[in-house]
């Protein structure tokens, strides 16, 4: 074979497996291999981020025999960097005939051919895969550290963070496992959503601070045990300024990516009241210092503390919540949360579109309940990055328990409601892994 041909191979390379090197061994018989390597934007809108940062498997990859050089591969499909490197030959194995990613091959078919270069399939090693790997990595679970930065990673590489509540171990595996498969992109849940309205209505209490935090994160500990997504946790107030530092450490500590403190004082009421209940904001200095407390005592770079402006939900304008923003940023905030209870959504548009136009990166947080008609599409194009759908675990349950505690009462046997309203005895008894031994 001669010499200095370029051979082109796309990898993720997460884990690395004999059935990778098996393939740039290969590939090393053409020619000079060039690794593109997916970067995390790439991955992102197709699967779960890696465990390794793009550096770190750089690292790994341009270390191995038979490497010539690793670029970046910063879309799903190879067709733009077959177009930039024109290689001789591209190798791939050959998994990629069935399934979802078989457009990437006719893609790529097209492409090489245009170019006059050769597509090289290799039979799949069997038995091992990066997919297989990834899932007995996922048993592991993860640390707080990688927990906590994953969320700075999915706000860069994705376009938006979907983002749904958990209040309980159960709901947590819910949001870890979760996926469908859509067109040729595997759609799931980015992290969770710790909310004080769930976390108090699932004890049967207000949402007025009442359940304390010690309480929660106790709770939430059920969550963190059996997950590995990033959590955002509504810090409600914060409380006061001076007890402000010992939630941001507690919640680091845990490896919490985020916590959302809002701008009011005085007894906490639900926002979703708006001028219904008493809503009284802090003043723009007092929500800045609150913010700077917070900043100086967390301990990493990773954890974010996000300001969730409430002017819009105490009926003051648009121009109010800029101000409000603009002040919380220079503070040091990392993020803002713009809330609202209008239906249409327009203030929510008007704010972030006026927000962007002087601050192009700091992270938007929406949480449509009201405005729920918008989609993730129409929040991107806004300049939202985090969409966090707030309640709705819980609000699809309580339904369904109650209509199956009246069918109980009403036929005096539980037959129907067994039937009608629940899963099937043997589905609950292996729901849980690890319930039989
Ligand atoms: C929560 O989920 O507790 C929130 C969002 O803070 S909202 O209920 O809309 O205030
Ligand atoms: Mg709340």
Redo the contacts with the bound molecule.
């Keep these: 074979m001669s010499k200095n041909k370029i051979v082109y191979l796309g990898m993720i390379a997460d884990i690395m497996h004999p059935g990778l090197i098996n393939i740039i061994a290969e590939g090393a018989k053409y020619g000079d291999v060039i690794i593109g390597l997916f970067t995390d934007r790439a991955i992102a809108t197709h699967k779960r981020l890696p465990y390794l940062s793009y550096d770190q498997r750089k690292n790994v990859v341009e270390n191995i025999r038979g490497v010539s050089r690793v670029v970046p591969q910063d879309e799903w499909s190879y067709v733009p960097n077959l177009k930039k490197y024109k290689p001789d030959y591209i190798i791939h194995g050959d998994d990629w005939k069935e399934g979802p990613n078989k457009y990437l091959r006719e893609e790529v078919f097209q492409v090489m051919k245009a170019l006059g270069g050769e597509v090289i399939e290799i039979p799949y090693t069997k038995g091992i895969s990066s997919t297989s790997l990834a899932e007995e990595f996922a048993k592991m679970g993860t640390t707080p550290q990688a927990r906590m930065k994953t969320l700075r990673r999915l706000i860069t590489a994705k376009p938006i963070v979907r983002i749904l509540e958990s209040h309980s171990g159960l709901t947590g595996l819910i949001i870890e496992n979760t996926s469908i498969q859509k067109g040729n992109k595997t759609l799931e849940f980015d992290g969770m959503w710790a909310?004080?309205?769930t976390d108090s209505t699932s004890k049967g209490k207000p949402?007025i601070e009442a359940v304390d935090l010690t309480t929660r994160l106790h709770d939430l500990n059920d969550t963190l045990e059996v997950t590995t997504k990033p959590v955002i946790f509504?810090g409600?107030t914060g409380g006061k300024p001076e007890h402000f530092p010992f939630m941001v450490r507690t919640l680091e500590r845990l490896g919490i990516s985020a916590v959302i403190i809002e701008d009011k004082v005085g007894l906490k009421q639900?926002s979703l009241f708006g001028t219904e209940a008493k809503q009284t904001q802090d003043t723009i200095e007092g929500f800045c210092d609150k913010i700077r407390i917070g900043k100086a005592a967390q301990v990493t770079q990773d954890f974010m503390i996000i300001a969730r402006v409430e002017s819009l939900i105490a009926g003051k304008s648009v121009e109010d919540a800029l101000e409000r923003a603009s002040a919380y940023v220079a503070a040091g905030a990392d993020g803002i949360m713009i809330h609202s209870r209008n239906k249409d959504g327009e203030d929510i548009k008007e704010f972030c579109l006026r927000f962007r136009e002087k601050d192009t990166h700091t992270p938007i947080v929406v949480v449509p309940t009201t405005f729920n008609h918008i989609t993730e599409d129409e929040f991107a194009e806004w300049g939202v990055n985090i969409v966090i759908y707030a309640n709705h675990l819980l609000r699809s349950a309580y339904p369904a328990m109650v209509h199956c505690a009246e069918s109980i009462l009403e036929h005096g046997r539980c037959k129907e409601a067994s039937e009608e309203y629940c899963m099937p005895i043997k589905e609950i008894l292996t729901l849980i892994p690890g319930t039989k031994q």
Excluded: H, Q
């Design positions: 909310s004080s309205l949402d509504d409600d639900n």
